[in-house]
């Protein structure tokens, strides 16, 4: 099998030779993967049809839509995110030039998964070129139609000495995993996230790990419940649930259960019709073997809406479930599938409880008409982002980073984030080689008195005295 080493190779000979770095080479790039998003629509439609039954309104709006956002706002503030940022110094260095140069890495390597295989390959590709480096990309093997698409794509776009794409599964990733990267961004599971950290480590490679995880979503009393069932199905049953942000499960009262219930099943009925199978807005599982974990999952608690499956389609209904049990097997994995179970609590302590003896997620939710319930759940939980009243809308504002903690991932990206990911930081001072005078109180024989000036010419003081007493 091949080893990669010639293709990474290629590509440090080209970053190296400093191809990727002006400006003018970066637009040009990003000008034409918008160019290959514009002209290959009906193409990206079509693979992700095949792939995951991804309606056309969902291709749109999850995946195209959001890639070309990214490349615009990168094309039209780049000079701007490009440029040394300058700082403020100290009295020995006042008479030089100080300033924070973004560099680009080197050669990166992206690794994407398959729920949204175009967003999650392209976007990061977005800022890695932004930021002036090669790039290899690895899209899942999972989502093969798309696989083939872009492989065939992105070389007849981008420049082929500098962004590469690798095709296959584990033995191939595994394989490029043993060359030198100079940063891997991976989106992924937490369990792949561990093999491609350990990976990393062994060059010292940083990494940024996009996981998933299990999102909670407290729904308060004093919900407008027909509101929070249609976000919360909206939300749950985009891409047939496959969406490393939905919402995981429901927390709520047990007098409300019946009412959300009630109203997610309106929800599913008015998005979907009498039979979400016929619906074309409804996907399907990506593969036979997520086909049966998911199914498998239906076994926790009580069905109270869905629960159909067909293999042959890998179709699974838009399903609720209630009595569910924390120890049952669908509250102990993420469950990537079109199932809500929904638990009751006495109250957003026990909400807050639950939510913080598990894992940190990469989203939390509150649904309540109460700000000062909402800012508790805000205030005393931990995770990637956070949402009040809906679903994964922050995901749509790139001013927002997105990235999760702790066991749902470490790093951010989108918009300038990504930019910043893909840039070293680079601490930067220009002195003049004469003005030796100055210099020379810093030199030995040391004496106290040049102590004392020269802690007063490099220390930051503090602008007024302690307020803590
Ligand atoms: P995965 O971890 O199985 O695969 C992701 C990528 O890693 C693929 O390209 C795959 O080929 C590669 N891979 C798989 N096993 C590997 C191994 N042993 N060694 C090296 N490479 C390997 O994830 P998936 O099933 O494709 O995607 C679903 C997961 O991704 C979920 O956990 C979901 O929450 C998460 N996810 C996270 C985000 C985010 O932005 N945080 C977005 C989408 C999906």
Redesign the pocket.
């Known amino acids: 099998m091949e080893s990669y080493n010639e293709t990474v190779d290629l590509l440090r000979r080209n970053f190296l030779a400093g191809k990727t770095r002006p400006i003018q080479f970066r637009l040009s790039q990003l000008e034409a993967l918008n160019k290959l998003v514009e002209e290959n629509k009906a193409a990206l439609v079509q693979c992700l049809k095949k792939d995951l039954n991804k309606p056309p309104f969902e291709v749109e709006l999850s995946e195209l839509s959001m890639v070309q956002s990214e490349i615009n706002l990168a094309v039209n503030n780049l000079s701007t995110w490009m440029k040394d940022e300058h700082v403020s110094k100290n009295l020995a260095t006042t008479l030089d030039t100080a300033f924070i140069r973004k560099d680009p890495l080197g050669v990166v390597l992206v690794?994407?998964?398959?729920?949204?295989p175009v967003h999650?390959t392209l976007i990061p590709l977005v800022g890695a070129i932004a930021a002036g480096n090669c790039v290899v990309v690895?899209?899942?093997?999972?989502s093969q139609n798309t696989e083939k698409v872009l492989a065939d794509l992105l070389p007849r776009y981008l420049d082929k000495d500098c962004f590469t794409v690798v095709c296959g599964?584990?033995p191939e990733?595994?394989r490029l995993?043993e060359n030198k990267f100079d940063y891997i961004f991976f989106?992924?599971?937490?369990n792949?996230g561990k093999?491609?950290m350990t990976a990393a480590a062994k060059h010292l490679t940083p990494v940024t790990l996009?996981?998933?995880g299990k999102n909670p979503c407290y729904v308060h009393d004093d919900s407008d419940v027909q509101n929070a069932g249609r976000r919360i199905a909206w939300a749950k049953f985009f891409n047939a649930g496959q969406t490393?942000l939905a919402p995981d499960y429901v927390l709520c009262s047990e007098k409300y259960r019946d009412k959300l219930v009630g109203a997610i099943q309106t929800s599913i009925h008015e998005f979907y019709g009498e039979d979400p199978k016929q619906s074309p807005d409804l996907g399907r599982i990506i593969s036979e073997k997520h086909f049966l974990r998911v199914s498998a999952l239906l076994q926790s608690g009580k069905i109270v809406t869905g629960g159909q499956t067909d293999e042959s389609e890998r179709y699974i209904a838009p399903t609720v479930l209630v009595d569910v049990k924390a120890s049952d097997p669908v509250m102990n994995e993420?469950i990537?599938g079109p199932v809500l179970p929904i638990l009751t609590v006495s109250s957003v302590d026990e909400a807050i409880d639950f939510i913080n003896q598990r894992e940190r997620p990469?989203a939390a939710y509150a649904f309540s008409s109460s700000t000062q319930i909402v800012n508790q759940v805000l205030d005393r939980t931990s995770s990637g982002g956070f949402v009040a009243n809906d679903g994964f809308m922050h995901t749509t504002i790139i001013s927002l980073p997105f990235g999760?903690i702790g066991h749902?991932?470490m790093g951010m990206y989108h918009g300038k984030f990504t930019f910043d990911t893909f840039s070293h930081s680079r601490a930067c001072l220009l002195r003049s080689d004469g003005r030796e005078k100055l210099n020379e109180v810093r030199y030995p024989p040391y004496s106290e008195s040049r102590l004392g000036f020269v802690l007063y010419a490099v220390g930051a003081k503090q602008k007024s005295s302690c307020v803590l007493s």
């Open positions: 690794i994407s998964p398959w729920n949204y999650l690895k899209p899942s093997e999972i599964g584990v990733t595994t995993l989106t992924g599971s937490p792949v093999i491609i996009e996981l998933g490393c993420e990537f990469l999760g749902s991932g």
